[in-house]
């Protein structure tokens, strides 16, 4: 390890869902606004090599980054916090960490040895926690370590840490991140599931350094002093984490309680500058205090799991802000769309977004969605499935192509306007074959897109499997539904544009991966003044 990194570890305990991908990111921005280049890395205890092959429904939204990895949403919010793009080396999994002693152990690099959890699979994650500091040349690591304190999955992850406090002790600290529950027959906060949950981290080898407390009410001195005293802790290093009505509060509720200050003091770092977050007060006061509002519908197909489609709630966010407004997003099931309906579930709607997807389930509702947008004149905003669901929807009802179809849901149809790449139709495992990561894409002068991106030239990252069919392209431009942007290597099709529409826009890409705080997309800041303007 070089002496120069110093690493913290946050753990959480008592129950999962507390909040510490938040916590983290809030710390990592505290510490970046005193002027320490910092970076969070998640490890995730599950067996999957990626979450790219797992269903919405059971973690999420899948997070891509610029090389193309497809990891946990938690890196979503370290991007959106701290404005620096993470990569494949910010998220492990135990899939990842198995398969890699295995090849090693194929290839005979143990050199007979027996191969076990302690030391070999536990090396293999020290080893993984000090890649990002080389990589990036950080001068903090953030490790957020998934799953609760005690979950079987969890403990070579705990045991590595447990080894790295012991081989650089003035190097690393542990941040855990505990509940203290309100008993509303007691009328009291309870100490003592923080007070378990510390010792068995304690069981396992391992002190934390700072308490970070999740908690609906105020903890005053005699319950910090409790903690403190009970688990080993100094008193100011018991944080106080209210729930709070914005993720974006919770940076500046723990520079009041002091986190970054107590970090740095137990790291034996200098505490360099008072941080300066006056871009993001400002941030959050338009936030909190917007100038009008407007309703932009969601079609999705997992919209009963908000976190399926969060960096797209996020974009909303940051491009409500940009344009002073509250953007209200209504979720609606594309499955429960009709011909029938459609009028009384999208009418009242200032815009309407078709979100991304893959599989059959829900596609007829979101094509109906697209229609309805494109008649209606409503601004729309497609995003990879739904940008070919506009494909299909104008060859139908424009281009007369009846059976237009994506080759994804119906191999049979005579009008493939959508189908697989080339270099796809030979893969047959799903982990980590799709096109993936950033890649270049030029746009058309005066078109839409390249007024919205003030530029002709962009890198969008990306996650799927189908393009645009260019046979068809003739026809869709002379019909009105024009190509504006392609990747200058291969012509694929990237952006869509209908010309007689005041805001209508497809695009391959998906642009909420790289909306921030800092940098709200340009794409969303276009389509939610589209959504004001039609509104007026």
């Known amino acids: 390890m070089s002496n120069s990194t110093k690493y913290v570890f946050v753990t959480g305990g008592v129950t999962s869902s507390l909040g510490k991908g938040i916590i983290s990111a809030s710390l990592a921005k505290l510490l970046q606004a005193r002027g320490y280049s910092t970076t969070i890395q998640k490890l995730d205890p599950y067996i999957n090599i990626d979450p790219g092959t797992l269903n919405p429904y059971e973690h999420g939204e899948c ?18 916090f701290l404005n620096v793009p993470t990569s494949q080396a910010n998220n492990v999994t135990t899939g990842r960490i198995y398969q890699a002693v295995i090849e090693k152990e194929r290839k005979g690099e143990y050199l007979g040895k027996t191969v076990q959890v302690i030391p070999h699979i536990t090396d293999e994650i020290k080893d993984r926690i000090q890649l990002v500091a080389k990589k990036g040349k950080f001068d903090i690591v953030i490790t957020e370590i998934g799953g609760t304190v005690g979950d079987i999955e969890s403990l070579p992850y705990v045991e590595a840490v447990r080894q790295m406090l012991w081989e650089h002790e003035n190097d690393c600290i542990v941040v855990h991140l505990t509940l203290v529950p309100y008993l509303a027959a007691a009328g009291e906060l309870k100490t003592k599931p923080t007070q378990h949950s510390v010792k068995q981290m304690m069981e396992l080898g391992v002190q934390p350094d700072i308490l970070c407390c999740r908690t609906e009410h105020e903890l005053d001195l005699n319950l910090r002093r409790k903690i403190a005293k009970f688990c080993n802790v100094s008193m100011n290093a018991v944080i106080e984490s209210r729930d709070a009505s914005s993720i974006y509060d919770v940076p500046l509720l723990m520079q009041a309680e002091e986190l970054d200050k107590v970090v740095l003091e137990k790291l ?29 519908g969601l079609i999705g197909k997992y919209v009963e799991l908000k976190d399926s489609y969060k960096s797209i709630s996020e974009s909303f966010i940051h491009a409500g802000v940009a344009n002073e407004a509250k953007v209200n997003v209504e979720w609606i099931h594309s ?67 009846d059976d237009a179809h994506t080759t994804e849901i119906s191999e049979e149809t005579n009008h493939p306007v959508i189908s697989m790449m080339e270099e796809q139709k030979s893969i047959s495992n799903f982990g980590g074959t799709m ?4 890649y270049a894409c030029q746009l058309k002068p005066k078109s839409k897109v390249s007024k919205a991106y003030n530029s002709e030239k962009i890198s969008e990252r990306h996650r799927h499997r189908y393009e645009f069919n260019n046979d068809y392209l003739n026809q869709f431009e002379k019909a009105g539904m024009h190509a504006t942007g392609k990747n200058p290597d291969t012509g694929l099709v990237e952006v869509v544009e209908v010309a007689d529409h005041p805001w209508f826009v497809g695009v391959q890409f998906h642009p909420e991966y790289k909306s921030t705080v800092d940098k709200p997309h340009p794409l969303f800041v276009a389509f939610v003044n589209a959504a004001l303007n039609h509104k007026n």
């Open 435 to 438: 096109r993936l990561g950033a």
């Open 63 to 80: 997070f891509v980054t610029d090389d193309g990895a497809e990891t946990d949403l938690d890196l979503g919010h370290y991007e959106r």
């Open 268 to 296: 034996g770092l200098p505490k360099k500058t008072t941080p300066n977050l006056s871009n993001w007060k400002s941030f959050l006061e338009r936030l909190k205090n917007p100038k009008k509002e407007v309703t932009i």
């Open 335 to 401: 499955e429960k769309l009709s011909k029938d309906n459609i009028e009384s579930q999208l009418g009242h709607l200032d815009g309407i977004l078709v979100a991304p997807g893959f599989g059959s389930r829900g596609i007829s509702g979101k094509i109906e969605a697209v229609q309805f947008a494109r008649e209606s004149k409503i601004p729309f905003l497609g995003i990879c499935l739904g940008m070919q669901c506009a494909v299909i929807e104008f060859a139908r009802n424009v281009l007369n192509l």
